[in-house]
């Protein structure tokens, strides 16, 4: 009798210490697929954010060529700031920006921002582009010349809630100056 019930203790330990690695190893099965899903999903959810914003990009870039200045201001975000050159440490406003964008369609009637390459990633999108336009009306104190114009540069957007809240600008400034008949001379040395 003792020794039926030291059988039949080892055999309900067999059995749970069997049945619990069972658990154990389903449990470990389930873990990394619960994993997968989960990344799944969230790279899922990540790339449709970010194709939203590449096209909120385009739609930006379709509307400052048609010069429609209020679905611009509808674009930014109250809180917009343009860093311009991207290293500046003070940006110019959303008012400051709406002027310049104002200004530039005067001197150029004719400028169109062309996309040449879209990246993003997270709340992020780079934008690389070219700028080409006639020089038709004064421009930085540069009365007009004629001149057409073909500029290049980066723009780094960052977007909140479908809104533009921060642009991070680099553009070749130094290559419209020179196309609208300016000349780089070295400073004179002192005497």
Known sequence: MHLDC?????IYNLKYKNNKEEKMKKLL???PLVFLLCFTFSCQ???EVEEQNKELIKYFYEVVNKGDFEAYAEMLAPEYAWYVPSRNTEPISREGTMEFVREMFNAFPDCHWSIE???AEGDIVVSRFI??????GEFRGIPASGNKIEVS???MTRIENGKLV???EDVDMLGMMEQLGM???PKEAEK
């Open 166 to 168: 921060e642009d991070k």
């Open 117 to 119: 390459d879209l990246i």
């Open 29 to 31: 099965m389930v873990i």
């Open 131 to 136: 700028c080409r336009g006639t020089h038709e």
């Open 6 to 10: 030291i059988e039949k203790v080892r």
């Open 45 to 47: 959810n990540q790339a």
């Open 183 to 185: 000349e780089l001379k």
């Open 153 to 155: 540069g980066f723009m």
